[in-house]
């Protein structure tokens, strides 16, 4: 059989990507949530009490439809990766890359010798169909794609040799850990973190690679995006689901709900 083709990675900086935050963590969620048509879901395993387990649960479940999965590890050890490929994870967004150095061990720990380090799961790992995609060894790398966040003061200092990096095939701005770190928490409008962000997104675009961002509120996802982002996550599922279970509750109780209540970071 054939290696399955990486979507997302395809259209990368092509195409605008919609996405949605992923942090309920079981197959089932994840298969409604691919049922609505976002590009990408992020699965996260930094924030969300996922496991190797429900990870692949999720993969499997998604599988079947357009939405193309992205896992962000809760750890960026190059054995947590290797396990990460081998159970057919294609595209990475690894958390708080600071340093080029940073970025190429990850390049390194997602490719085979003599690109990188990564061992050779084989027969064992859904990555290779149980050893049924033809040549997977040779042209596994030509369907993996790394997303580095660049979310912190030093990161963004460094954005433009992160994003020149070899092998990085994006970058990801994550607005709340940049405003905390910039000493602004909870209020990613701040000028400092605005301008950190329009810094970073040129760096990217010298670079030429893509640049994406979470933005759940629907006025800085468009404004993103005309900034240059092409693949912005529009949504988180949890906080999509407390907004509109409260705004059920509210109209029964007779209070109003706050307008942008889905739109939480
Ligand atoms: O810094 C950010 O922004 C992110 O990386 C996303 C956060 O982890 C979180 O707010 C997602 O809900």
Same mark, same amino acid.
């Given at each position: 059989?054939?290696?399955?083709?990486?979507? $997302?990675?395809?259209?990368? @900086?092509?195409?605008?990507?919609?996405?949605?935050? &992923?942090?309920? +963590?079981?197959?089932?969620? !994840?298969?409604?949530?691919? +049922?609505?048509?976002?590009?990408?879901?992020?699965?996260? #395993?930094?924030?969300?009490?996922?496991? +190797?387990? /429900?990870?692949?649960?999720?993969?499997?479940?998604? !599988?079947?439809?357009? #939405?193309?999965?992205?896992?962000?590890?809760? /750890?960026s050890?190059?054995?947590?990766? =290797?396990?990460?490929?081998?159970?057919?994870?294609?595209?990475?967004m690894i958390p708080m890359v600071e340093t080029a150095e940073q970025a190429?061990a990850l390049? /390194?720990?997602?490719?085979?010798?003599?690109?990188?380090?990564?061992?050779?799961?084989?027969?064992?790992?859904?990555?290779?169909?149980?050893?049924?995609?033809?040549?997977?060894?040779?042209?596994? @790398?030509?369907?993996?794609?790394l997303i580095v966040q660049i979310e912190s003061?030093l990161g963004?200092?460094n954005a433009?040799?992160i994003a020149?990096v070899?092998?990085v095939?994006?970058v990801f701005?994550g607005?709340?850990?940049?405003?905390?770190?910039?000493?602004?928490?909870?209020?990613?409008?701040?000028?400092?973190?605005? %301008?950190?962000?329009?810094?970073?997104?040129?760096? +990217? $675009?010298?670079?030429?690679?893509? *640049?994406?961002?979470?933005?759940?509120?629907?006025?800085?996802?468009?404004?993103?995006?005309?900034?240059? *982002?092409? $693949?912005? &996550?529009?949504?988180?599922?949890?906080?999509?689901?407390? /907004?509109?279970?409260?705004?059920?509750?509210? =109209?029964?109780?007779?209070?109003? %709900?706050?307008?942008?209540?889905?739109?939480?970071?």
């Amino acid at each position: 059989m054939k290696l399955p083709k990486n979507t $997302f990675k395809a259209r990368l @900086g092509i195409e605008k990507q919609y996405g949605c935050w &992923a942090g309920l +963590t079981t197959g089932y969620t !994840a298969e409604i949530l691919a +049922t609505i048509g976002y590009d990408w879901l992020l699965v996260d #395993s930094e924030h969300a009490p996922n496991t +190797t387990q /429900s990870l692949l649960s999720q993969l499997q479940a998604v !599988a079947p439809y357009h #939405s193309h999965p992205i896992v962000r590890p809760e /750890s960026s050890d190059k054995d947590n990766i =290797k396990r990460l490929l081998d159970i057919g994870v294609q595209t990475l967004m690894i958390p708080m890359v600071e340093t080029a150095e940073q970025a190429k061990a990850l390049v /390194s720990a997602m490719h085979y010798p003599p690109k990188g380090i990564r061992g050779v799961g084989g027969g064992l790992a859904r990555a290779t169909r149980w050893d049924s995609v033809d040549n997977y060894l040779n042209i596994a @790398g030509d369907e993996l794609c790394l997303i580095v966040q660049i979310e912190s003061a030093l990161g963004v200092k460094n954005a433009a040799e992160i994003a020149n990096v070899d092998g990085v095939d994006a970058v990801f701005i994550g607005p709340a850990d940049l405003s905390i770190g910039l000493g602004h928490p909870g209020n990613p409008y701040h000028a400092d973190v605005q %301008s950190s962000i329009l810094s970073v997104i040129d760096a +990217t $675009f010298s670079a030429e690679k893509a *640049c994406g961002i979470l933005a759940p509120v629907e006025a800085d996802a468009r404004k993103y995006m005309e900034m240059g *982002c092409s $693949f912005v &996550a529009v949504g988180i599922d949890i906080s999509l689901m407390r /907004s509109a279970a409260k705004e059920n509750l509210n =109209k029964y109780l007779g209070v109003s %709900s706050k307008s942008n209540s889905s739109g939480t970071y």
